[in-house]
């Protein structure tokens, strides 16, 4: 027998067998709903098997772990946005706040360095100083007057 007759009785034969084995009920068709299997009997569908208490955990994670995930999960965004308004709150606070010392710090540093000249008084009037020479004129006049008259 050449090797490529060979090769071709191996392929019908490997052909063969596999068509004898996926031709059982197991490989038929797809399982169309969950269906209990004893141990050592044969499946009338094709599917995934996984013992009892894998089932019951599954339950167990669909009706309890679930809804409380996600409870959990309103609840945690309730805090994280109340957190969230509280930090914009704060970060506005603190920018007014500096926005004031900065307000602060401008008017402070706005300070003249040389002193304005002081308003002239009452006294610094040219007609102020008129009368008051003529008054004190006229007081030392007389005061001669009465003294040398005398």
Known sequence: MTSRRRCAALLVILLSALRTCCSTPAFAEPCA???AVIPGQVSTCDGILWPAPWTVE???CVRVDLPSCKASLQHEQTVCSADRLAAEERV???QALAQERLQLL???LNIPTERPAPAPSWTASPWVVFVAGAAAGGALA???WYLLGR
């Open 33 to 35: 709903k969950m269906q």
């Open 58 to 60: 599954a339950l167990r």
């Open 92 to 94: 506005s606070a603190a």
């Open 106 to 108: 401008e008017q402070a």
């Open 142 to 144: 007389s005061g001669a």
